[in-house]
């Protein structure tokens, strides 16, 4: 049974910074990408960001330059730093792993609220 277990999530004021964590057994050094996503209420879930194998990152512009994804494999731990962050920031986020043959199987956290106010 896959638990990630996530953390990090609260309420900061706009322009302040959270760090997110997923923890991950086995899902960081599986050859696998992983993400984050987020979704704000009434609104569809939006990427966030990823990281691939070889350690590179990708961002949507909303978050570029502001958020910083990162892994520590020896913890078995998916990182997102988020920084100057606006109120359209607040929404539940959510980390996605992959594992199995081509990594098809996915697998999502149960969330956690990060709320920015202004």
């Known amino acids: 049974q896959v638990q990630l277990m996530e953390s990090g999530g609260g309420s900061v004021q706009a322009g302040g910074s959270l760090r997110l964590s997923c923890t991950a057994p086995?899902?960081?050094?599986?050859?696998?990408?992983m993400h984050w996503y987020r979704q704000a209420a009434g609104k569809q879930r939006e990427w966030v960001s990823t990281?691939?194998?070889?350690?590179?990152?990708s961002y949507p512009d909303s978050v570029k330059g502001r958020f910083t994804i990162s892994k520590d494999n020896a913890k078995d731990t998916l990182y997102l730093q988020m920084n100057s962050l606006k109120p359209e920031d607040t929404a539940i986020y959510s980390c996605?792993?992959?594992?199995?043959?081509?990594?098809?199987?996915?697998?999502w956290g149960q969330g956690t609220q990060v709320t920015v106010s202004s």
């Open positions: 086995g899902f960081t050094s599986n050859g696998c990408d």
């Open positions: 996605k792993v992959h594992d199995g043959r081509w990594c098809w199987s996915s697998y």
């Open positions: 990281i691939s194998t070889d350690g590179s990152t």
